[in-house]
């Protein structure tokens, strides 16, 4: 034994110092973590000041909706002072946001004041627990191992630290847990406050979706309305009745849609260009090629006149679209549908009781929001969307595997750019000879390069979610949201630090043996694996340190919109920006909530697990919490806009991720423990069981507690003597169109018209070689009444002049303003309901006149029903029959609500929907007493006899 202790001693010693010991790449570490902080604050600062100076100037950049939302969801008015923005940033209280800026952005703010509140805690702790124990111990170490003085990085982490000093750190632990769970309860019980607050509010209270379920996978032998009612009252949890509604075969109507629009861009893109200058017109008319979709065409790689071709085939696929459209009825449903309860209380109900159920194979849940359904993928059943989930694991796990090789590169070489050094000695030369600059590099490349693949990832992740099969866009969110953040700790904190202490271990473990002649298998029992991999963790610390500091500059590009400014001042001078794209640069931009999501739960994270190796993450991260979470309310307030509201579907998402971040802390613990514990270290790791159970026991609490309240209005209980219920708004009930509210966008949606600029309106005779009348055709039988003419506004009586199949624009009114009414653009922007004023609703899908108006089972018809007209069913003379194979619900009297022309799918009319206030036609019975037509009035009543 005697003789194996000095080569013993020899080989730790030097193993010691190939793993970072030696002063130079201490100070590389250290001068690296100086240089990122004193430039991101700088760079911050001056990025800052950019914003101060120019947001007064330019309102349409950085308040977008402050010049667009309607009283109700505009936010406070602001000076042109450079510091006007705080008093309306920091005075606003949470309840206003509600209304103001609605509650998924509402509960963004309150999960980054959470994060900020919580990591300035764990700061306080940590860094006043770890770092005095850190720092004390290891000096002690070395003065009596008279050791080299270590920097202050060193120091600060626990490399130097064994044995029962441990300890610390599993009290850290139960402390951390304490502080992490405590500030996920206190905002658990806040989001479950403004939950409800939201479900119990008029808007959710008046919108149809609420008191509406979604049926999917329906067996055909209930693929009817009949079919639906059947199913829910299988639950046999109300007394209520609902319409139903099941979904129609629409074809190839989607895809012929979205061709055109494809192709309406293309021509804006082309007619932008070629009219720039309508002084003088370029000398040739621009060519393209054929669409490979076009039939007209054999040879694909000829080139064609750019705007007759592509006018052509714009009216060509319209009068696809027409023809397809007068072919869609109820005789060929869909396995899906919809049920809409006269209350609230009992779609809610219903829905709860079919939560673990598949009543008749079918599953129920409440119905999203008709514009957040993505409807292709209702068509899939559910063994199609289980294959497709599979094969996207597949595709996540080849896209994992193939970033492993670049990330793996940079988490070896540039985050400790000394190891680049142990391969490539002519480099190591080079390092010791200039290591400012490469501590320059080191502090800024690395993070940089991880950085630069956030960008990408979360598009292809997106179109991942839509081909597995996701429902709803609210769902596919959440889905990108979860696979960015398990994308980003495994690849980059578990691979990324992982590999770095690996390649650590490797490289000086074939040094030794090459250098120093040392046995393979000696070095291997000496160097005490666990010991080692701890080691090469602090050393990467550093670089999550720069890498967190860095992330600031993100956040003050956010607020400082320079990127939005420079493109769209580059674009209108360099560039040739068609109307279109110009009126969509005024308009709110919509606000990515997974990116930024998976941003502040992989900063958590990454704070959370290096916490006890490296205690000065906590101080970077808290103060990234500070400056972010009031950066993120000026732009949520001001600039940002909510897409698709899902009333809150994310926090339960953040809350689990924030519990998994705890718990790899915990392990990291463990590990240090294991490691570093010797006699102990049995003890303290069964010290640490209660953590993970602690963990999983606050999970399930939590879940239990506030769950199916936060999602579900109500469970079904009835309360005894309390409140009578809220009355039943009849009228605006007779009005539900479950058909039209929730049928197919591919049935109502009205096609997109090519915008010119006004100012080549009169060359357009001369460029266009096509007719300019705009009598392209009308959309047949889709229709639900007659239209006139579109009116001239100058002249009464008179016809207003067609412009053909475009819509010109002038350069005044290319503002979002002024087509924020317009679902096209309003859409895109978070124009739901009424936040930009007024009630953009669906135009009327065709229906009968009589479907709706009666409360109970569905009039409709359906596949099981004949295509002759019901009894007592009678038209008087002029009455516009809607042809037979569309009839379904009567139309809309909303004053705002749009139906398809007969005069031509491109105009906008001036007067539609005239009969939309008719009432639904009668019988008369001998005695003369007139009672309204139902043809289910005795399944109704043997229904309510039961």
Known sequence: MAMLLPRAESTEEKFKDLLGDNPLGARVDQDSVLIAIG??????????????????????????RLRHADEKHRPPPMGKSLFAWYKPVFKTNEDAFVHMIGLDATIFLRFARMCRNMFIVLAIAGCGIIIPVNVSKSIQIQNNAHWQAASAMVLMTPRQLYGGVLWAFVAVAYVFNIIVCGFLWWTYRAVHRLRRTYLEGPEYQTSLHARTLMINDINRNFRSDQGLVEITDSLRTTPEVPRASV????????????????????????????????????????????????????DKKQKVDAIDYLTARIQRLESQIKEVRDTVDKRDAMPYG?????????????????????PKGTTVRLAPKPKDIIWKNLLLDSKTRRWRRFVNRLWITLLTLLY???????AIFLSKLQNLGHVWPAFQIEFNRNPKFWAIVQGLLAPALTSLFYYVLPIIFRRLSINSGDLTKTSRERHVTAQLYNFFVFNNLFVFSLFSAVFGIVSNIVKLARDEHVPFMDILRDIHLPDKTMLTLCDVSPFWVTWLVQRNLGAAVDLSQVVNLAWGSFSRKFLNPTPRELINRTAPPPFDYASYYNYFLFYSTVALCFAPLQPITLVVVAFYFSIDSWMKKYLLMYVFCTKNESGGAFWR??????????????????????????????????????LPLGLLAFKFYCKNAFDDSLKYYTKGEVAKGGEAPTPIDKESRRRDRVAVRFGHPALYQKLTVPMVHEKSKHLLAEVYRGRLDGDVGDTGAFSDTYTMKTMNKGQPGKTATTTGPFEFVSENNMDFENFKDRPEFSDEHGGEGSVYGGSISRPDTPGSAFGDSQRGRSTSRDSARTMNDEPGMTYPAGYHQTPSNLREYSPSPGPLARIESHSSPYEIPAQTNLLAGAAPMGQQHPSGHYTPYSPDRGAQQDYFRR
């Open 39 to 64: 430039t991101a604050l700088a760079i911050t600062s001056a990025i800052f000041l950019v914003f101060l100076l120019l947001r007064p100037f330019n309102t349409i950049v950085y308040a977008p």
């Open 247 to 298: 979904g129609r075969n629409v074809k190839d109507i989607p895809d012929l849609i979205e061709e055109h629009e494809k192709e309406v861009v293309r021509l804006e893109s082309v007619l932008a260009k070629y009219l720039k200058n309508p002084s003088q017109l370029p000398a040739t008319r621009p060519l393209c090629t054929p669409s490979k979709k076009d039939p007209e065409y054999t």
């Open 338 to 358: 919809f049920a809409s309860y006269e209350t609230i209380e009992s779609a809610h109900s219903v829905a709860y009781a079919a939560r673990n159920k598949h």
């Open 404 to 410: 492993f090789i670049p990330n793996a590169l940079i």
């Open 653 to 690: 998402i953040l809350f689990n991720r924030m519990l998994v971040g705890t718990m790899l802390s915990n392990c990291i613990v463990a590990m240090l423990c294991a490691a570093r514990g010797y006699e102990s270290r049995w003890t303290m790791l069964g010290g640490m069981i209660p």
